[in-house]
């Protein structure tokens, strides 16, 4: 799996439940686990850090380093050998 299909997955599902806890919020549903209810500000937090961690997965499948940046260890393009002697130290 490349980088970009990876983090567009992770985005997509973290995207998703944050979606579905949205709704469970909006709505007012009642959920329990094992007897224990959840409370609704536990989806709002929900919603949060899915929501957050979704859009830096689509943020971080589009990114590329600028000059001062170090270049990641894998991405879509294949690097040389040399190259990536280089950069993993060797």
């Known amino acids: ?26 709505a007012g549903i009642p959920a329990s686990i094992g007897g224990w209810a959840v409370p609704l500000w536990l989806s709002w937090l929900s919603v949060a850090i899915g929501g957050g961690l979704a859009i830096a997965g689509w943020a971080a499948r589009t990114h590329r380093p600028s000059a001062g ?22």
């Open 69 to 90: 940046e170090p270049q990641p260890l894998c991405n879509d393009e294949r690097m040389p050998a040399a190259q990536m002697r280089n950069v993993r130290g060797w």
């Open 1 to 26: 799996m490349t980088e970009k299909a990876y983090c567009r997955t992770a985005a997509s599902l973290f995207g998703l439940t944050a979606t579905l806890h949205l709704y469970r919020a909006l």
